[in-house]
């Protein structure tokens, strides 16, 4: 049974692992299953509505499975104002071309849900990387807000706590650019809930097509 990893930044080496790897505008190969969006980390005022362009043009293709990741981070340099604008427009091609959006955040959760409630987006949302604790997992996924789980799973405690309260449904794994395969991930979750990690394949697999497959 195949390990979906829903955000990457390399090609995995197992057969089994299907992958969606995170592009950004100014990427060549785009032959492998992927997602496409402006971080902002990499914000360029003169170049954000060039990006867009393409962005919008990858977004019809097949391989494409996704917008982002795309976001708001409050310990950067760039313009905050500005983050959100751009996260904005991708939101709009989101909903324009059907495809889920993959979030990046940091100490901006609450800007985020408010995005959402003013949004009402039809496209799922999913916060990637997620690390928090549980009061702020039961309020994303309150506003519906579908959590990915990374590397960080494997060796922090708190972490383990929040993944062993969340309902199969709500999760989605990925590896982001650690130096692990996915499967070690899954073995870690199944581990925490207690489970076979054929049963968590099921989950995940489920949750997948739900969200990624039209």
């Known amino acids: 049974m195949v390990f979906f990893d829903v955000h990457t930044h390399k090609k995995s080496s197992l057969e089994c692992v299907f992958s969606i790897e995170n592009k950004y505008p100014n990427a060549l190969d785009f032959t492998l299953p992927f ?4 971080h902002p980390w990499f914000i360029n005022e003169n170049t954000i509505e060039k990006e ?3 962005i919008e043009e990858k977004l019809q293709q097949e391989k494409c499975f996704a917008i982002g990741e795309c976001g708001l981070d409050k310990v950067i340099a760039v313009d905050f104002e500005i983050q959100k604008n751009v996260f904005k427009k991708q939101v709009q091609l989101s909903e324009k071309y059907k495809k889920p959006m993959l979030i990046h955040c940091v100490k ?3 800007e985020i849900i408010a995005f959402k409630k003013e949004i009402q987006p039809t496209q799922v949302w999913i916060l990637h990387g997620f690390c928090k604790n549980l009061q702020l997992a039961k309020s994303l996924l309150k506003n ?3 959590l990915s789980f990374g590397a960080e799973i494997i060796n922090n405690k708190k972490l383990q706590e929040v993944v062993l309260e969340i309902p199969l449904p709500l999760i989605l794994l990925e590896t982001d650019s650690a130096a692990i ?6 073995n870690k979750v199944a581990e925490i809930k207690k489970m ?3 049963a968590l394949q ?6 997948f097509k739900t969200i990624f497959i039209k």
């Open 181 to 186: 395969e996915i499967t070690a991930i899954y």
């Open 144 to 146: 519906g807000i579908i």
């Open 52 to 54: 867009l362009l393409i």
């Open 108 to 110: 901006a959760f609450q």
């Open 196 to 198: 076979e990690v054929a």
């Open 35 to 38: 997602s496409i969006g402006i």
């Open 202 to 207: 099921k989950e995940v697999k489920q949750n």
